[in-house]
């Protein structure tokens, strides 16, 4: 499995933002998906998860509300929506995919993988 984040940028904020994931070599809709991301100098956290087919989501507590996270099996695409961006939320993300259905609910990325390169986000105040 490969990962490639992509969509991120500067921006300032308040301002919106839609990072994407591109999902190849295996079969996209068997696997949950992750967003994760890592600030300077701090370690990489949970951002959101989705299920196989879109229909459950989690969110980190602290996100819930200015972020969303859906997917396209049809593009082997997920991707998050990040509005009125603050300056914290600057960090490079990742996506990762879930290694096994019965973790669904975690929020360790021990039980993520397949992490890629990320995608960095810069939020100006």
């Known amino acids: 499995v490969q990962l490639q984040a992509s969509g991120g940028g500067l921006v300032q904020a308040g301002d919106s933002l839609r990072l994407s994931c591109a999902f190849s070599?295996?079969?996209?809709?068997?696997?949950?998906m992750g967003w994760f991301r890592q600030s300077p100098g701090k370690e990489r956290e949970f951002v959101a998860a989705?299920?196989?087919?879109?229909?459950?989501?989690y969110y980190a507590d602290s996100l819930k509300g200015r972020f969303t996270i859906s997917r396209s099996n049809a593009k082997n695409t997920v991707y998050l929506q990040m509005n009125s961006l603050k300056p914290e939320d600057t960090a490079v993300y990742y996506c990762?995919?879930?290694?096994?259905?019965?973790?669904?609910?975690?929020?360790?990325?021990?039980?993520?993988?397949?992490w890629g390169q990320g995608t960095l986000v810069t939020v100006s105040s």
């Open positions: 990762a995919a879930l290694m096994f259905p019965q973790n669904w609910g975690s929020r360790s990325e021990a039980d993520f993988y397949s």
């Open positions: 070599g295996g079969t996209f809709a068997n696997y949950a």
């Open positions: 989705i299920s196989w087919n879109g229909g459950s989501t």
